[in-house]
């Protein structure tokens, strides 16, 4: 028997977190894009709201860093971890790896995004992220709990 075939319970779960990964990189790419870069389409208050935040130096140690890059790069860095994590991830589902990596795997992706639940709710407890992170959660540590390591894997 297929050492892989075992775990297609896993495997679903694996591959639910993933794709809820690569969603929320694509919705959090359009909001980014939307709020940052798209500055013809604000309205009077947000243009107010950009202006303020762009005139705030926030570092004026190394580039006179405004407020408005911060978050920009905050942002932009949020949507690549998602799209890491998500590449990454689909990379291992789609690889013929072995039921023990695959378990450690989870295992990681598990431990991360419970330890960012745990960090949302502490430091930002907005209710969209700690959701999806909630949510990412719970689908990886189903694919830990769900998958069988074999002897030897």
Request: with cysteine.
């Amino acid at each position: 028997m297929n050492e892989t075939v075992s775990n297609r319970r896993a495997r679903k779960f694996f591959g639910a977190g993933t794709v809820l990964l690569l969603l929320s990189f694509v919705s959090h790419s359009i909001g980014h894009f939307a709020f940052y870069v798209n500055e013809a389409s604000f309205n009077p208050e947000r243009t107010k709201l950009a202006a303020a935040m762009k005139s705030y130096i926030a570092d004026r140690v190394f580039f006179d860093t405004s407020m408005w890059t911060i978050l920009k790069m905050f942002s932009m860095s949020f949507s690549f971890l998602m799209l890491f994590a998500g590449v990454s991830n689909l990379i291992v589902l789609k690889s013929n790896v072995g039921n023990g990596f695959f378990k450690r795997i989870s295992l990681f992706n598990t431990t991360f995004w419970g330890g960012a639940c745990i960090l949302y709710a502490v430091f930002n407890p907005a209710i969209q992220p700690l959701l999806i992170c909630i949510v990412i959660f719970v689908l990886f540590g189903f694919a830990f709990l769900s998958s069988k390591k074999t002897a030897g894997a």
